[in-house]
């Protein structure tokens, strides 16, 4: 069966005139050749028998004429034969012309449009005609379904039942897809509904939060200029209260000055007496053996001085001794950290501890042997520092070992010393730091002067350590002085610094040295003291021990001078000396601390 597509009933356009020799009526570079050739040859084969006559009759035109008129050529008949070379020119004439003009001929629109409508058309018609000729086959299945169903009989009556369900089920699973389709559907309307209500609500939240943000600004605007005010009138009373400041501390500063003044007077005025009082005890401090305390720094700076620029650089320079030194030095270190309150293994460590120093088969190089002297010495005084502050009876055994090894090792006496100087400052002798060197020059930097005096690093690394971690640590290795002090030698006495005579020394020195009595950590010390050998002092000196305890007693009740209390103002003063209350109170009530 065919069917050919009719023509559309819109009118067609009239050609209009030629252009001029400068334009060109083409067709569009959209259109294109091959789909009008298809169309051509659709409606050709479609066409009737006058269609083709027309055509036949139309192709006697010669291709000379077609070339000439081009510009009225809009549809080239299929049957028209031309020679190559007429091809040609028809191909370049309509490439030249395309290369120079575009132009849109109203016809050529009017026809492929009539065209494509008729397709429409066409196609439309086929499809109903399709759908008739599917309806008049099931139909007729019908037909040919129930004459067989009733030829059959009842014998095929349950196949075609469940054919018939089959087919229900088919049309139920359709409409069960529909529905399901149409809940889908009104949910995503819905999920669309609360999308767009929660959008409404954002935007609203966000119009809300901007018009509160706008208010706070505006707050904000205007509590800035109350500010600014408030800050203007602020900055007047503070230049107000800096002038007055400014005059206040020029007036304290001039005070300052003059008490500096006053003070360095009296501190020379008093150094001159010191003086004058020295040269004169001179001779007699000859004739005695006894030296001042200026003479104790000396020796015991150039002591510490010659250890370091000796045995120790030496030791530290020679890579086999550094490597024996080390050895030997971490053979001591944990026998220190074994040492317990029993007799018997104080004895043993000791004996340990000589034996490492001074082996029985023969003799360290006199190098290593002294840097191992200068390494126990540093080991027990820092020992004494982390343990005696803790307990302060663990500074019995640490005095016990000590004092064995002055009775037994040589040089040891004289090291030590240096090293408890190097740690504690001048507060073995007691002393104040001098501004000189033992060179008579001053000191390099301030730090040389602060490292001097014993000061170290804060255990929490920020700086220099506080006035209380400086007081117990002081405290702490001179309690273990102290109860070496107290010991009593058997084989013969000791090095002079460390005889019981040290402790008449040592109180009546700092006793008379305001200097020291206004350092916060002498109260400190001067408990310590007390509490290790108040007792014996008192069997041994007597009434001028109780003498030197009223000096005590008055330095830290009334002031050693007026209104001068022994530790100063400090908090770290005043509770030191309610201890040295409590330990003048238990020596006079005979009570052991």
């Given at each position: 069966?065919?069917?050919r597509?009719?023509?559309?009933?819109?009118?067609s356009?009239?050609?209009?005139?030629?252009?001029s020799s400068?334009?060109?009526?083409?067709?569009?570079?959209?259109?294109?050749?091959?789909?009008?050739?298809e169309v051509?040859?659709?409606?050709a084969?479609?066409?009737d028998?006058?269609d083709?006559n027309?055509?036949a009759s139309?192709?006697?035109?010669s291709?000379?004429?077609?070339?000439a008129?081009?510009?009225?050529?809009?549809?080239?008949?299929?049957?028209?034969t031309?020679t190559?070379?007429e091809?040609r020119?028809?191909?370049e004439?309509v490439?030249?012309?395309?290369?120079?003009?575009h132009y849109?001929?109203?016809?050529?629109?009017w026809?492929k449009?009539?065209?494509?409508e008729?397709?429409?058309?066409a196609r439309?018609?086929y499809?109903?005609r399709?759908?008739?000729?599917?309806?008049?086959?099931e139909?007729?299945?019908?037909?040919?379904?129930?004459?067989?169903?009733?030829h059959?009989?009842?014998?095929?009556?349950?196949f075609?039942?469940?054919?018939?369900?089959?087919?229900?089920?088919?049309?139920?699973?359709?409409?069960?897809?529909?529905?399901?389709?149409k809940e889908r559907?009104?949910?995503?309307?819905?999920?669309?509904?609360?999308?767009i209500k929660a959008e409404?609500?954002?935007v609203?939240?966000?119009?809300?939060?901007?018009?509160?943000a706008?208010?706070?600004?505006?707050q904000k605007?205007?509590?800035?200029?109350l500010?600014k005010?408030i800050?203007?009138?602020?900055l007047?009373?503070?230049?107000t209260?800096?002038?007055k400041?400014?005059a206040?501390?020029k007036?304290?500063e001039e005070?300052k000055?003059?008490?500096e003044?006053?003070?360095?007077?009296?501190q020379?005025?008093?150094e001159e007496?010191?003086?004058?009082r020295?040269?004169?005890?001179?001779e007699l401090?000859?004739?005695l053996?006894?030296?001042t305390?200026?003479?104790d720094w000396?020796?015991?700076?150039t002591n510490?001085?010659?250890l370091?620029?000796?045995p120790?650089?030496?030791?530290?320079a020679a890579k086999?001794l550094?490597?024996?030194?080390?050895?030997l030095r971490?053979s001591?270190?944990p026998?220190?950290?074994?040492l317990?309150?029993?007799?018997?293994?104080?004895?043993r460590?000791?004996?340990?501890i000589?034996?490492i120093c001074?082996?029985?088969?023969?003799?360290h190089?006199?190098?290593?042997?002294?840097?191992?002297l200068s390494?126990?010495?540093?080991?027990?005084i820092?020992?004494?520092?982390t343990e005696v502050?803790?307990?302060?009876r663990?500074a019995?055994p640490l005095?016990q070992?000590?004092?064995a090894?002055?009775?037994?090792?040589e040089?040891?006496?004289?090291?030590?010393?240096a090293?408890?100087?190097?740690r504690?400052?001048?507060?073995?002798?007691?002393?104040?730091?001098p501004a000189?060197?033992?060179?008579e020059?001053p000191?390099?930097t301030?730090?040389?002067?602060?490292?001097?005096?014993?000061v170290?690093?804060?255990?929490?690394g920020?700086g220099?350590?506080?006035t209380?971690?400086?007081?117990?640590r002081?405290?702490?290795?001179m309690r273990?002085?102290f109860?070496?002090?107290k010991?009593?030698?058997?084989?013969?006495?000791?090095h002079e610094?460390?005889?019981?005579?040290?402790?008449?020394?040592?109180?009546?020195r700092?006793?008379s040295?305001p200097?020291?009595?206004r350092?916060?950590v002498?109260?400190?010390?001067?408990?310590?003291?007390?509490?290790?050998?108040g007792?014996?002092?008192?069997?041994v000196?007597?009434?001028?021990?109780?003498?030197?305890?009223?000096l005590?007693h008055?330095?830290?009740?009334?002031g050693?001078e007026?209104?001068?209390?022994?530790g100063?103002?400090?908090?770290e003063g005043?509770?030191?000396?309610?201890?040295?209350?409590v330990a003048?109170e238990?020596i006079?009530n005979g009570?052991?601390?």
């Open positions: 069966m065919r069917f597509a009719p023509r559309s009933v819109s009118p356009p009239v050609r209009g005139k030629p252009r400068s334009t060109f009526g083409i067709q569009s570079d959209s259109d294109s050749e091959d789909y009008n050739s051509e040859s659709s409606f084969l479609d066409s028998d006058d083709a027309s055509v139309t192709s006697s035109s291709s000379f004429e077609l070339v008129d081009i510009n009225k050529l809009s549809l080239r008949p299929r049957n028209i031309r190559p070379l091809q020119q028809i191909d004439t490439a030249a012309i395309r290369l120079r003009a849109t001929d109203p016809y050529e629109e026809e449009e009539t065209r494509k008729a397709m429409k058309t439309q018609e499809m109903e399709q759908l008739e000729l599917q309806k008049a086959q139909r007729q299945e019908t037909l040919v379904a129930q004459k067989y169903a009733q059959r009989g009842d014998v095929n009556m349950d075609d039942r469940a054919v018939v369900q089959a087919r229900q089920s088919l049309l139920d699973q359709q409409t069960s897809l529909t529905n399901d389709l559907t009104k949910k995503l309307w819905k999920k669309i509904e609360v999308s409404e609500e954002r609203a939240t966000r119009l809300e939060a901007e018009r509160k706008k208010a706070e600004e505006e605007q205007k509590e800035a200029e500010k005010r800050a203007a009138e602020k007047l009373q503070e230049e209260a800096r002038k400041a400014a206040e501390k007036q304290a005070e000055e003059r008490r003044q006053e003070e360095l007077s009296k020379k005025k008093l007496e010191q003086s004058k020295e040269d004169d005890e001179l401090r000859k004739m053996n006894l030296s305390r200026s003479d000396r020796v015991a700076r510490l001085h010659s370091k620029s000796g120790m650089r030496g030791v530290k086999e550094r490597l024996e030194w080390g050895k971490r001591v270190v026998k220190i950290g074994q317990t309150n029993d007799p018997v293994a104080i004895a460590i000791s004996q340990q000589i034996e001074r082996p029985p088969g023969g003799s190089d006199p190098t290593i042997y002294i840097a191992l390494s126990v010495s540093k080991t027990i820092l020992q004494a520092e502050t803790a307990e302060k663990s019995g005095a070992v000590a004092f090894l002055l009775d037994t090792l040089h040891f006496p004289t090291i030590f010393f090293k408890l100087v190097q504690c400052g001048g507060w073995p002798i007691p002393i104040v730091v000189l060197d033992i060179d020059l000191w390099n301030a730090d040389d002067r602060v490292k001097a005096s014993g170290r690093k804060s255990i929490n920020q220099l350590e506080s209380e971690e400086y007081s117990n002081i405290s702490s290795v273990v002085y109860h070496i002090l010991i009593r030698p058997v084989n013969g006495p000791l610094m460390f005889q019981l005579p040290r402790c008449w020394a040592w109180f009546a700092m006793t040295d200097r020291l009595l350092d916060p002498a109260p400190q010390l001067l408990y310590t003291g007390l509490d290790v050998l007792l014996e002092a008192v069997d000196w007597g009434q001028q021990w109780v003498k030197m305890l009223g005590v008055e330095g830290i009740t009334v050693y007026k209104d001068k209390l022994i100063g103002n400090s908090a005043a509770a030191a000396r309610t201890r040295v209350m003048l238990n006079v009570v052991e601390s």
